[in-house]
């Protein structure tokens, strides 16, 4: 079975700099899906970012990048020029490209961002 | 984007009463949605799965028939605590698949349930 870790419970960065929240993942697979959601006090769960295993690029959107090192099993996540609005549960989540799986997505136990003025 | 939403947003119930939560595809039509329970300051844990039209996949160590789902239309996909306890008191939430886009799943905000 695949599990997700996320060894950081709780992170603190200052606004405007970076921080790098991390993920390492358990898997047999060679065809599969990461991502990272934000859950902010409201609880909604946002799409931050998305990375096929098959792609060596790293994804980026905007502020946020990825370090996906498949033979690591690691796909961490750095956001840049650091907003008092990312302050969230940040949750890194595993889908599997198997034919055969339903599609569902195996959640980190979360790493909580404070984002200090 | 694509939009879920969920109702009701927050409910409170006695035990032994039975609480339907409704999850539902507002701009596209999904053939799977998922039903995931969070305990405070805990991550997300998948329940069940469902397609439509047919019976919801349900994980190891849930009860099935405590937590009914039914997933009647593309739109719509229904959970069930029957009998509910203070236990299950939690935050429940769903997301939905596309077929065109199935690599991407959209979250509803969630429902809490408080059972007294």
């Known amino acids: 079975a695949q599990t997700v870790t996320q060894s950081q419970p709780e992170m603190s960065v200052q606004e405007a700099e970076t921080v790098t929240l991390s993920c390492t993942y358990d898997t047999s697979e060679s065809d599969y899906y990461l991502f990272w959601y934000k859950q902010p006090p409201s609880r909604q769960m946002i799409l931050v970012i998305r990375q096929e295993a098959y792609k060596q690029q790293n994804a980026t959107e905007n502020r946020f990048s990825v370090n996906f090192q498949k033979a690591a099993k690691s796909f961490s996540l750095k956001i840049s020029d650091s907003q008092l609005g990312d302050a969230a549960m940040y949750f890194c989540?595993?889908?599997?490209?198997?034919?055969?799986?339903?599609?569902?997505?195996?959640f980190g136990k979360g790493t909580k961002l404070s984002v200090k003025p | 984007g694509a939009v879920v939403s969920q109702h009701p947003s927050w409910v409170i119930c006695k035990s032994g009463t039975s609480v339907k939560i409704e999850c539902r595809s507002l701009?596209?039509?999904?053939?799977?949605m998922f039903w995931y329970r969070q305990f405070p300051k805990q991550s997300l844990m998948l329940m069940a799965t469902s397609n439509e039209g047919s019976k919801a996949t349900y994980e190891q160590g849930v009860e099935k028939d405590k937590f009914l789902i039914n997933h009647a239309s593309l739109t719509l996909s229904t959970l069930t605590v029957t009998s509910a306890h203070p236990e299950d008191s939690s935050f429940y939430i769903c997301?939905?698949?596309?077929?065109?886009?199935?690599?991407?799943?959209?979250f509803g905000p969630g429902t809490r349930l408080t059972v007294l």
């Open positions: 701009d596209f039509q999904a053939t799977t």
């Open positions: 989540a595993y889908r599997s490209d198997y034919g055969g799986s339903q599609g569902n997505l195996i």
């Open positions: 997301s939905a698949r596309t077929q065109l886009r199935t690599d991407t799943q959209y």
